[in-house]
């Protein structure tokens, strides 16, 4: 892959599902196409069942398009599974650890699975641990720990494993606000300091802005029906603007 | 106040004491060759773990159930994951696993002794045809219970398919797998006394079918305590190695 070229690139991208009762397809994404380019964080925000899932499924690799190009780091999510062994790191909007395992070895796992040194992943797993103020609940299960610490454990789990893209479905949804605001920040703050590329689904309007340098708003069939960049130097009145455009844009849905 | 353990102990402790006045009104009631007084059930017992000949043979009975229980499980477990994978298999493997299960244990011990010769093999075969559709359910249920979460999460990190079996598969079906272990071991120490009662010339089957044509009650009772014994301890070590494996479960403190 050369240096410019996207990190994730969707072309024309599809899906249909079949419904379970047999009344057709389901268009999940509709020509959807994007890229999203090194070390950028993109929100992709949308309502409920507007295809940001599926879109992130196939970014994943657990789904393939049924038409059009997913390329991610130059290559087929899908069909070229082993090729994104360790770079691709993902948080879900549950927890996902594994009720047997303790904090530490719910964030050894991706480890594990690529066989890096036993030595090595305890050290990389407790420092990632420490970095999340999980430090003293190693050796908690799942079932010992409160949301927002399982959540915490998640997240080390995802950068344990030191992925080029991180990708979040909607991580923060469960958790109270001020938890999620904390964890929002500690979450930016390690994805520009690894300098790593994130896709970060959200169904909030301020934790996308929040979060992302670049914001696309879905429609349902999932496909863009607004974007725009922020940054640190975006102003609160150019915030506001960008606020109540994407509020009309969702509202326009209906 | 006494700890919930306490209470649980006491609670099982009545219940075999009522069970054991019981047999002793009997005993006192009815003809000793009838209903054999307590003492010397117990002294009969001891007798035979304390005599090395005699000991022999139970702990004869013991490995036959343990290689049954063992055969079944390893080919269990195999059929179990291979349904688990695919449909095709199930359609082909599950009626004949659900027509198994309606044959009766005896109609087993009779086929053994018509189609095998060696004694070890009849026992074992009769084990393992007998215990290995709930096997083979059982596990088939703990693989299928497979959190749809679990997998996509640790499919996202790219593991080969030994990692998945190693990380994911195999703690997800332990504890169906220890549940299958205890049901199938009241049902392999039933089975085993029947294979051996019309099949074999040690174990404690053979020495039940010994103490009914010497009408000594207190020898058969002695022999099933044996049986009993062996249940229970076995029950009790899965249950301690099921406590622990499982100690990641979070346990309310209100009991239902």
Known sequence: MKNDEPVIRFKDVRKTFYRPDGRGEFIAI?????????????????????????????????????AGKATVIGHDPFREFNFFRGKIGIVFQGDRLMPWRTALDNVLL?????????????????????????????????????????????????????????????????????????????????????????????????????????????????????ETRLGAKTTEDKRRSVNNDIMRVLAAEQ | MMNSRTVHALQAAAGIALLAAGWQILSIIFPHYLFPPLLEIVSRTIEILVTRSLLADVLLTAARIFGGLLGAFILGGFLALTIGRSKAAENFIAPVLTFFQGIPALSWVVFA???????????????????????????????????????????????????????????????????????????????????????????????????????????????????????LIVQQAITTLETWVLRYRAVSERAL
């Open chain 1, 30 to 66: 509709e020509n959807l196409s994007f890229e999203i380019s090194k070390g950028e964080i993109v929100a992709v925000l949308g309502k409920t069942g507007c295809g940001k899932s599926t879109m992130f499924n196939i970014v994943a690799g657990l789904i393939e398009p049924s």
């Open chain 2, 113 to 231: 002794i018509i189609w095998f010769h060696g004694i070890e093999f009849r026992v074992l075969f009769i084990m393992v045809m007998t215990t290995l559709p709930a096997f083979t359910f059982q596990i088939l249920d703990a693989f299928r219970s497979m959190s749809k979460d679990l997998f996509e999460m640790t499919m996202a990190f790219r593991p080969s398919r030994w990692s998945v079996f190693r990380f994911l598969i195999v703690p997800t079906i332990v504890p169906g797998i220890l549940t299958a272990w205890k049901v199938n071991l009241g049902n392999a120490a039933r089975v085993v006394v029947v294979a051996e009662l019309v099949g074999a010339t040690g174990g404690v089957g053979y020495e039940l079918l010994r103490q009914q044509q010497l009408f000594d009650m207190a020898g058969a009772m002695a022999w099933t305590m044996q049986l009993v014994l062996f249940v």
């Open chain 1, 110 to 226: 991706g480890l594990q699975i690529l066989d890096i040194d036993p030595q090595e992943a305890e050290q990389t797993a407790r420092t990632w641990l420490t970095r999340l103020g999980l430090a003293g609940h190693e050796l908690d299960y799942p079932h010992a720990l409160s949301g927002g610490m399982r959540q915490r454990v998640s997240i080390a789990r995802a950068f344990a494993v030191n992925p080029e893209i991180l990708l979040c479905d909607e991580p923060f949804s469960s958790l109270d606000e001020m938890t999620a605001r904390d964890l929002r920040g500690e979450f930016v703050r390690l994805v520009r300091q690894s300098n790593k590329t994130a896709v970060f689904i959200t169904h909030q309007i301020n934790e996308a802005m929040e979060i992302g340098d670049r914001v696309l708003v879905f429609h349902r069939p999932a496909r863009i029906a607004y």
